[in-house]
């Protein structure tokens, strides 16, 4: 079974900072990891898929990199509409299972 | 446009069932992967059960052989069977189209609620 973690759990940041979230699975996962944002009281939402590619309609502040095990996530800027819970899940693996790991929470 | 709607959500006893159904719009369930994701209050987010459009169909280890993923086509939508609930059950449940061959979980709904009381 593959096991997401992620770091730090908690981020306090000001606007116009630029932020990177840590993502790292416990065994290789190629670049077979999805990222999704989650604002208070809404449903998650998709940011980026292929551990690189943003998803429809994410802003250009948003970008993903890694590949094996080692996954981040970068807000070149930080908006106040960012804050909220940032998710990684790997999708590589059979029988399907899809392991989310614990979550960053971004607080403004 | 992708539209999930999700409804079903209700306080029920340990050991009840519920039934929740998604349904959709902009896409045709029975050409899509779709799975269900749920979220305990405060808590993460924990993938729950996936359907093929072979029909193949995979659970979580906290929810296999209790839980049951299926499709009404005529209805377009996903149906959630919840049997022998624990208060562990007790989460926000998301439906959410599955890219096919890749995997990631494009489109969600916005949850419906199912609170197991003791």
Known sequence: EIV??????????????RVTLSCRASQSVSSDVAWYQQKPGQAPGLLIYGASTRATGVPARFSGSGSGTEFSLTISSLQSEDLGIYY????????????????????I | EVQLVESGGALVQAGGSLRLSCAASGLTVSNTYM???RQAPGQGLEWVSV???NDYTHYADSVEGRFTISRDNSK???D????SLREEDTAMY??????????WF?????????????
Not at chain 1, 4 to 17: C, K, Y
Not at chain 1, 92 to 104: D, E, L, S, V
Not at chain 2, 106 to 118: A, F, K
Request: contains cysteine.
């Open chain 1, 4 to 17: 997401m973690t992620q770091s730090p759990a908690t981020l306090s940041v000001s606007p116009g900072e």
């Open chain 2, 76 to 78: 377009n939508s996903l």
């Open chain 2, 106 to 118: 494009d489109s969600w709904g916005r949850g419906t609620l199912v609170t197991v009381s003791s």
């Open chain 2, 80 to 83: 959630l069977q919840m049997n």
């Open chain 2, 94 to 103: 998301y439906c959410a189209r599955v890219i096919r061959g890749n995997h």
């Open chain 2, 51 to 53: 359907i093929y459009t």
């Open chain 1, 88 to 107: 990684c899940q790997q999708y590589n693996n059979w029988p399907p299972a899809f392991p989310f790991g614990p979550g960053t929470k971004v607080d």
């Open chain 2, 35 to 37: 799975t269900w994701v």
